[in-house]
């Protein structure tokens, strides 16, 4: 079957196979940054915006997305700028391997989006979706809280 | 301490250099960039934790449309290799095979398949019919060691195991002084005995390798490894080609803490590309890591330490431990070894002291290097007896160990006698800051004020427990690392290395190194690591090695190049080479007269005396100098449901000069992060028959970020004048710091002592329960 939905801002039409994953979709659409980490939804590796919301991927049909709005980490980029969340991740060390930091990032988005202040508890809840094995958490936590108040101006 | 330089370059918190590209979703995994055509390959695992195959018929599988071939042990190469990533000779037995028509543990291969599609080769896998006959598991250790037991490598060909028909892989027995009379000589004798779980790694990223043939037809793989060198070398091996005919490609890697030490795929993906002449790309489900990839080995350690009653000084320490290595004894050997070689030397004040230890084969999950490498078992028990003879002692538990941890200008015995599955490398502290580290963390964690006292908050009563530790910085006299240089006529350089970055930011400290040497600032640096056909060797990383070893020959190879420029720039600005300086991209003379680096590379290219500025240098380590950690954790246990919850986690380290303290302190948060769900969440399940029963990321719990404690990592820096800059490596050392040190918190605020990992809400309430009703 066909559906219709925007990729990262581009309007593409695509056929999807019955019982595609979101997930499969994007990455044979060449978005390589929703990565692969259980399929499960258990460790957010796959996150990304759908409709403005984050999603892990891998538990969303494709059909779903038809008619929908879809941004991965490899459409927050502004005009070869970084999103203010990608920024404090790579200025505070908030990535080691960078295997869950898409799927992070688009977290701290969506919860900036729907938070423009969170506390450090909210921010942990805010990604408690997302495994990390490497970083303990301590900088992401910390990069989210600065680039909640950069997206303040505050900085 | 002896003085650091003043550093440009080092020292600072410099963004990673491939840190963009991550934080953008480039495709720079192994399963990015794939080509058409790609064959899927999928593993059929076995059923059974003991069975041997008497017959498999994959001829239904091979008519499945879409399937290019099916393998098994009928027709694969049987040499007997080790999957361990370690150097040449490996100190691993050579016990495993391709396929092999005996299977060990529940998710052992039986066969694979290579299809155009995951689906064709999931309905072939589903095709291949296997009659097996069970034979009977060996399911603990206590059941591989009683006599008659089933023998787990009962083949002929196998090589390097210690006693095959007592399933022991390994065993180990060294001696300093006399145990019995320190014993003897002692006031005070405590002894305790702790067992650790079956645990993992879980990287992210699972298990992955693609591979194909490039245009000379030479195999290449690109995978998700730590030890691209050695993949080249063993896949040579147990395929019978070659090593001119491999090239191993290390792209970006998802995670490795050990796990990815080991070659478990290379092989198959490189077999199905030769006989099909096709990429092929394996890449673990999250089912199968948990299932057939690696595992910390599970011990049980009993030590003993006897005191002097009246300073509290040791006299004597004897450890004894039992490791289960699994069905195939990778690093079997060696992390049995470090489970005293790296905790015994701390202790260096006893002048007795007795290690012995086996390692024993079961036919459950197959464990192998994780982080930690048997220091992280060895210290559970260790520092759990160390506070029991504070307590016995009447010392604050920091004093006992301030007066007798390991000092600068000291040695121990330990490090010349037990090393890497052999004898170790004799060697005297010439850094270590560990009373400072002592001194910081207790302040930090308010030891004096909370330390104790037992707050109560309903049914929650707090405690405070430390520990100290050390590890090494590489393997000495066994790891190589080598680094080349060249210039490019603009000014910049490419830093070609072996070390292999798998996001501990290795590729970004070596950088820092090199443009310390070079003047020059990082964006100067091009790096490109791990690629057998481009940078030189390199062991890869593991056992705390890359800071330290590699640095160093990243700093040797810079220190070359550096005099070459010199050498060049001399005739221009008319001096000696001697006395010039880089600084600031240019060659400065002592008159303060310049010439920029691009003008010197550019008239060697081209002008006079041309020729290419480059350098490569080697290293090869003759000792290991510790990184120390001082632990401290602040705990409350709810006295109701046996619920551990860390309130609080301050980890002092000497870690020498910190090359880029952001990436050091991301070493050390990490490492204790994974550390606090080792010792509270994280446990592989095993049922009745040694089949897996929690193999996902639901049911086997690492930590979130709802999990982590108040965490602060505080870097104690000293300068140790063998390493890079003053560095020394902390990799590992952060992982062994949780177990004991919450463990000892837990029983200054309840007073049990809990002696089996993790410490479950039910094992934390059976103990509040069972030391009631005492």
């Given at each position: 079957m066909t559906i219709t939905l925007t990729i990262n801002g581009a309007h593409r039409t695509l056929s999807i196979e019955p019982g595609e994953r979101l997930l499969d979709l994007l990455r044979r659409e060449g978005c390589m940054g929703v990565k692969i980490g259980c399929r499960a939804g258990d460790c957010g590796a796959c996150a990304v915006l759908l409709n403005g919301r984050a999603v892990n991927s891998c538990l969303v049909f494709a059909v779903k997305a038809d008619g929908g709005e879809v941004v991965t980490v490899e459409g927050l980029e502004r005009d070869g700028r970084l999103h203010p969340v990608q920024q404090a991740f790579l200025d505070g060390g908030g990535i080691q391997c960078g295997y869950c930091t898409p799927g992070m990032v688009i977290g701290a988005v969506d919860l900036l989006s729907r938070n423009p202040d969170p506390t450090e508890d909210e921010i942990r809840k805010g990604l408690a979706g997302h495994l990390c094995r490497c970083t303990g958490y301590v900088k992401q936590i910390r990069a989210v809280r600065r680039a909640a108040a950069a997206m303040r101006g505050e900085r | 301490m002896t003085e650091r330089p003043d550093f440009a370059i080092v020292g600072k918190s410099a963004r990673k250099v491939d840190g963009r590209a991550l934080v953008t979703g480039k495709?720079?995994?192994?399963?990015d960039l794939c080509l058409p055509g790609t064959l899927h390959v999928k593993i059929l695992g076995s059923p059974y934790a003991h069975a041997r195959i008497l017959d498999i018929d994959t001829s239904e599988a091979e008519a499945i449309p879409g399937v290019a071939c099916v393998l098994t042990h009928e027709n694969t190469p049987p040499t007997r290799h080790t999957t361990a990533g370690q150097g040449a000779p490996e100190p691993s037995p050579y016990d495993a095979r391709m396929f092999e028509d005996k299977v060990r543990f529940v998710g052992d291969r039986v066969a694979a398949v290579a299809a155009d599609s995951e689906e064709a080769a999931d309905a072939a896998l589903k095709a291949i019919r296997v009659e097996y006959e069970e034979l009977r598991p060996v399911l603990s250790i206590d059941e591989a060691l009683r006599e008659g037991a089933p023998v787990v490598h009962d083949e002929r060909d196998s090589t390097g195991i210690y006693d095959a028909d007592r399933n022991l892989v390994a065993d180990v027995d060294i001696d300093v002084g006399d145990v019995e009379a320190g014993f003897a000589g002692s006031d005070v004798v405590v002894e305790t005995t702790c067992e650790t779980q079956y645990a993992q790694h879980a990287p992210i990223e699972t298990h992955v390798v693609y591979s194909y043939l490039d245009s000379a037809g030479r195999l290449v793989l690109r995978t998700s490894t730590q030890v691209p060198f050695h993949v080249r070398r063993i896949v040579a091996r147990t395929l019978g080609i070659p090593i001119r005919d491999i090239r191993v490609i290390k792209p970006r890697v998802g995670g490795g803490f050990g796990t990815k030490q080991e070659v478990l795929l290379e092989d198959l993906a490189g077999l199905v590309t030769l006989r099909t002449g096709r990429p092929a790309l394996i890449r673990l489900s999250r089912k199968e890591e948990f299932t057939s990839a690696r595992t910390r080995h599970p011990m049980r350690v009993r030590i003993k330490l006897g005191a002097d009653g009246k300073t509290g000084i040791l006299r004597a320490i004897e450890m004894e431990a039992v490791s289960n290595t699994g069905a195939y004894g990778a690093h079997g050997l060696t992390v049995l070894a470090n489970a005293g070689s790296k905790t015994l030397p701390l202790y260096n004040k006893a002048p007795n002291a007795h290690f012995y230890g086996q390692a024993v084969y079961t036919t459950l999950p197959v464990a192998g290097a994780y982080r930690g490498y048997g220091a992280t078992q060895g210290y559970f028990p260790l520092e759990t007896a160390m506070d029991e003879l504070a307590e016995r002692l009447g010392i604050d538990p920091i004093e006992l160990r301030r007066r007798n941890h390991i000092r600068v200008g000291e040695t121990s015995p330990i490090f010349e006698k037990l090393g890497e599955g052999r004898e170790g490398v004799e060697q005297t502290l010439k850094s270590c800051e560990l009373s400072r580290c002592l001194e910081v963390g207790a302040e930090r964690i308010g030891w004096a004020e909370k330390r104790g006292k037992r707050l109560r908050d309903g049914s929650w009563v707090h405690g405070l427990g430390m520990s100290i530790m050390m590890q090494g910085s590489g393997i000495p006299r066994i790891d190589m690392a080598a680094a080349t240089i060249k210039m490019n006529e603009d000014g910049s350089f490419n830093l070609l290395i072996g070390a292999t970055d798998i996001g501990t930011g290795s590729d970004t400290i070596l950088a820092q190194i090199a443009a310390e040497v070079l003047g020059v600032p990082l964006e100067e640096m091009i790096v490109t690591s791990s690629d057998t056909d481009l940078t030189p060797f390199d062991v890869g990383a593991y056992a705390s090695s890359t800071t330290y070893v590699s640095g160093t020959a990243v700093l040797r190879a810079a220190e070359k190049v550096r005099d070459q420029i010199r050498a060049a720039a001399a005739p221009v600005l008319g001096c000696d080479a001697s006395e010039l300086r880089l600084v600031d991209r240019s060659v400065e003379a002592p008159s303060g007269e310049r010439v920029s680096l691009a003008r010197v590379c550019h008239r060697a290219m081209y002008e006079s005396d041309q020729f290419q500025i480059a350098a490569t240098a080697s290293y090869v380590p003759t000792e290991s100098p510790p990184p120390f950690l001082a632990n401290f954790a602040e705990v409350a246990v709810d006295t109701d449901t046996g619920r551990v919850k860390v309130v609080r986690y301050v980890a002092a380290v000497d870690c020498g000069v910190a090359v880029n303290p952001a990436l050091a302190e991301g070493q050390m948060e990490g490492a204790i992060v994974n550390g606090i769900g080792y010792a509270l969440t994280e446990e592989m399940l095993l049922s009745s028959r040694g089949r897996v029963r929690n193999p996902s990321l639901f049911d086997y719990k690492i930590p979130g970020a709802l999990d982590v404690p108040e965490l602060e990592v505080i870097l104690v820096e000293s300068y140790e004048p063998t390493g890079p800059m003053g560095a020394k490596s902390i990799g590992e050392i952060g992982i062994n710091g949780p177990v004991p040190t919450i463990a000892n918190a837990i029983y200054d605020a309840v007073e049990i002592r809990l002696r089996r990992t993790p410490f479950t809400p039910e094992r934390v309430l059976d103990a509040i329960r069972g030391a009631s009703a005492a």
């Open positions: - | 495709p720079v995994f192994t399963a």
